[in-house]
C-alpha cells in the first residue's frame, strides 16, 4: 500500500517527508542530477545526501564534477577485488544504520541494480516511504519493491523539454490516439497502457461514477509504481487525462469553502 504520507505530499504544496538521498555511483548517470533532486523535492526535504562508489575509477568522473555543487556526500569504497561489488554492501549498510536512527521518513533510492530489491523491502516493513529512481533496464522486482519507481529518462533536460512540445503538437491535434513517446522513450516505443488505466479508474470512481484526480493517481501508483504520465508526453496527471477526450471526460469543481478547484474524470 502506498504510504498516507507519500500520498499527502503528491498532493500538498509543502514537503511533508525527511528524505534520506542514497546514490550508487555505478549504476546512476550524473547527468541527471539536477532532474533528480528536483523530483525529490517535490516529495520531501532531502535531510540527508550520500553517493557510494570508487571514485578514484575513471568511471565515476562525471560524479565528481557535480558533488561539491549540489553539496552530496560521497562515501569513498575501493573494490576489494575484482567481479565483486562492495559499494552494494556498503550502501546497505548506512541505509540500515540511518534507518535506526528513526529521523527518516522516507529512503530514495538512486540506483538501476536489483541487488537493492531486499533493502527497499526490509525499509517499507519499517513503514518507511522508499521512492526509486533508475533506468528503463531497472529489473521489474526492485521497481514494484518501491511505493514509487520514476524512470532518470525522464529526468533529462531534452526530455522535459521534448515532452512539453509533444504535449502542445497534440492538443493542436484532434484527439484520436494517445502519445506514445518522450524524449529519450523514443528509443523504444512506450504502448500507453490503456487497459489497466481504464481499470484502475473504474476502482477509484465513486457512487456518482466519478473519481478524483488524486485518487485515481493513487491506485495508478498502487498498482504500478513506475506508472509516469511522462512517459506519454505528459508533465503532470492532470495534462494526460484532459488531453486524452477519447478515454475521458473530466470537469473542474469547486472545493466547498474555498475558491480551489479540483479535477474529478470518469470513463467516457
Given at each position: 500500500m502506498v504510504s498516507p504520507r507519500l500520498i499527502a505530499r503528491i498532493e500538498s504544496e509543502e514537503p511533508t517527508l525527511r528524505l534520506?538521498?542514497?546514490?550508487?555511483?555505478?549504476?546512476?548517470?550524473?547527468?541527471?542530477?539536477?532532474?533528480?533532486?528536483?523530483?525529490?523535492?517535490?516529495?520531501?526535504?532531502?535531510?540527508?545526501?550520500?553517493?557510494?562508489?570508487?571514485?578514484?575509477?575513471?568511471?565515476?568522473?562525471?560524479?565528481?564534477?557535480?558533488?561539491?555543487?549540489?553539496?552530496?556526500?560521497?562515501?569513498?569504497?575501493?573494490?576489494?577485488?575484482?567481479?565483486?561489488?562492495?559499494?552494494?554492501?556498503?550502501?546497505?549498510?548506512?541505509?540500515?544504520?540511518?534507518?535506526?536512527?528513526?529521523?527518516?521518513?522516507?529512503?530514495?533510492?538512486?540506483?538501476?541494480?536489483s541487488d537493492f530489491t531486499g533493502l527497499a523491502m526490509r525499509l517499507r516493513e519499517e513503514g518507511l516511504t522508499v521512492l526509486g529512481f533508475g533506468e528503463k533496464k531497472t529489473p521489474e522486482a526492485f521497481r514494484n519493491a518501491c511505493h514509487k519507481f520514476v524512470f532518470t529518462e525522464v529526468l533529462r533536460p531534452s526530455a522535459v523539454a521534448e515532452a512539453i512540445g509533444l504535449q502542445k503538437t497534440l492538443e493542436d491535434k484532434p484527439k484520436t490516439a494517445p502519445p506514445q513517446t518522450t524524449a529519450e522513450a523514443a528509443e523504444q516505443k512506450v504502448e500507453f497502457p490503456t487497459k489497466f488505466v481504464l481499470s484502475a479508474l473504474e476502482q477509484s470512481i465513486d457512487d456518482t461514477g466519478w473519481a478524483h484526480l488524486g485518487t485515481f493517481g493513487s491506485y495508478l501508483t498502487k498498482l504500478q509504481p513506475d506508472f509516469d504520465s511522462r512517459l506519454y508526453g505528459y508533465k503532470k496527471l492532470s495534462d494526460l487525462v484532459k488531453a486524452m477526450t477519447n478515454l475521458f471526460a473530466a470537469e473542474e469543481r469547486q472545493t466547498p469553502g474555498s475558491s480551489q478547484k479540483v479535477l474529478y474524470i470518469r470513463a467516457r
Open positions: 534520506a538521498v542514497l546514490i550508487d555511483a555505478d549504476n546512476a548517470q550524473a547527468a541527471v542530477i539536477d532532474g533528480l533532486l528536483a523530483e525529490i523535492a517535490r516529495f520531501g526535504e532531502a535531510t540527508v545526501k550520500r553517493i557510494y562508489g570508487d571514485f578514484t575509477a575513471p568511471a565515476s568522473s562525471s560524479w565528481k564534477k557535480v558533488l561539491q555543487r549540489y553539496a552530496i556526500k560521497p562515501m569513498q569504497q575501493f573494490a576489494y577485488t575484482t567481479g565483486k561489488n562492495a559499494t552494494d554492501s556498503t550502501l546497505i549498510i548506512d541505509a540500515m544504520d540511518l534507518l535506526y536512527t528513526r529521523r527518516f521518513d522516507g529512503f530514495c533510492l538512486i540506483t538501476s541494480d
